[in-house]
């Protein structure tokens, strides 16, 4: 059935073999790699100063209520949405069977894209005392970012959506692989949840209250928040997970039927969730409610997405010894059913009563943006970026040393902040413990969650190093063959060639 599919994908004439040019790969590669080391930084000093408070005290562009926000949204539109618009600029193309619309287009695109992040963080790091209300930043949960440089971002992503359309117009592959249904889903959901929680509602304001205001502006910025993960980072980290996987495993996708199953339902489903993180908050009881049902719902494409990602690599489990694009994709996949699993519990009253506001939901939260997405981006990048530069990775041994840092400092990282986190809500709930005992009794856990941030921290400059070194390194032009030869699965190419 597999093979069928393959075969229905292809073109009545196959087109003469395409060079991909991959300049704009490159380009998007780059901002992303550069805010990943920035942001990565400054969430690790965050986590430092949990123990010790007073860390860069005389700096005040380096106080805590100022680095957070820059880490939590520079890793997301910092790190995550060029990686994503690199690999975005790698697979469209050869799923389409044609070139990039536009190089140029594409590489003044991370131009405009890396422009709107340094200004952004810039205005959350040094905070100005203006009126101008396109410098000033908003205080709203992932929606800090100021409005000029959500007009940066938005001309970006426009540019983006431009090139990638355009792109996939031409294709001469007629039908649509599970990847491209994600990449463009992601592409069209981005923009409309994007639009809608950085509506510049200070521009419309009448009462100097401002356009969303009461229930209203917290009903918007949730369903913005909850959505920046679930139709922003999760098509995009999907699409690229369904490329890479097959890519990576040598094996064709388990079912094309059972990836769009999950893709609808996605999106039918996420919409609804976002008020499951005001659980005993001044909304109506009824929207809380639906909001708990549809979370328990979202198991559909989860479990869509999890069946078929370990259907497509039965009977290629031995590849995990060696293959480092298929660990991180894998151990992605285990976290994506965690991280769901968790969200969906958390929707309950009982739990939310216990873990909300707690470190508990930290802990969840970089499951899913750290331990799935940037996982899956990771691979993507070890698979994609060698064979843009048309050369070997520089070191397989520098990766999987990436992979066993990432992997093992996030589980000390995210389990410290879990047990912790859910002790803290016991704590916070029992009216006879001083607040202060709480914090003291979380001391120990912060200690091991820096610990596991400096893990991954590491972890991230080896990766940077390797790319690096693997664009710059003179090497001679290397084939397909000979790439996957280095990448230690020469034996399976050729026996399935």
Known sequence: MAIEQIKAMQPSAPPERLQ???????????????????????????????????????VQWMSWS??????????????????????????VPRLCGTKLYSEKLGKATSIVWGIGILIATYCLLNPSNTTNLFLVTKGKEYEEYPIVSNIFLLVGWVMLMWNLCNTFARRTYTQMYAALWYVMGCLLWTAFVYVIGNWPSQLFSTDGVGGFSGLNDANINWFYGHSVVGLIATPGGLGIAYYFLPKA???????????????????????????????????????????????????????????????????EWHQLRTNVPLKFIIAGTVFYFLVSSQGSFQALRSLSAVVHFTDYIIGHSHMALFGTFTFYAYAGVY??????????????????????LSFLGFIVFSAALWVGGYAQGQMWN?????????????????????????????????????????????APPATEDEIRVAEGRGAAAQANA
Do not use: C
């Not at 680095?67 to 690199?86: C, D, E, K, T």
């Not at 494409?301 to 039965?314: A, D, K, Q």
């Not at 520089?394 to 990766?399: H, L, N, Q």
């Open 20 to 58: 991909h040019e991959d300049s704009a790969v490159k380009w998007a590669l780059w901002v992303g790699l550069g805010y990943l080391v920035m942001f990565g930084t400054i969430g690790v000093i965050a986590a430092v100063k949990f123990m010790i408070p007073d860390l860069f005290y005389s």
């Open 430 to 474: 029992d009216p006879n413990i001083p607040f202060i005992e709480t914090v003291n009794f979380m001391k120990p856990f912060w200690h091991a969650r820096a610990g596991g941030g400096a893990a991954m921290l590491i972890g991230m400059y080896l990766f940077v190093w390797n790319m690096y070194k693997t664009a710059t390194v003179p």
């Open 66 to 91: 100022r680095i957070r926000p820059a880490h939590v949204q520079g890793m997301i539109f910092g790190w995550l949405l060029p990686i994503y618009m690199s690999l975005f600029y790698y697979m």
């Open 249 to 315: 495993a040598n094996s064709p996708l388990y079912s094309h039927k059972l990836s769009l199953i999950g893709f609808w339902t996605l999106g039918a489903i996420y919409i609804w969730n976002g008020a499951h993180h005001m659980i005993y908050g001044p909304i109506p009881y009824w929207l809380q409610t639906v909001a708990t049902i549809f979370s328990f719902l979202l198991f559909i494409p989860v479990l869509s997405v999890v069946t078929n990602f370990f259907g497509t690599i039965r009977g």
């Open 383 to 404: 698979y994609a970026i060698p064979r843009a530069f048309k050369k070997p990775l520089y070191s397989e041994g520098m990766a999987d040393w990436h992979f066993w």
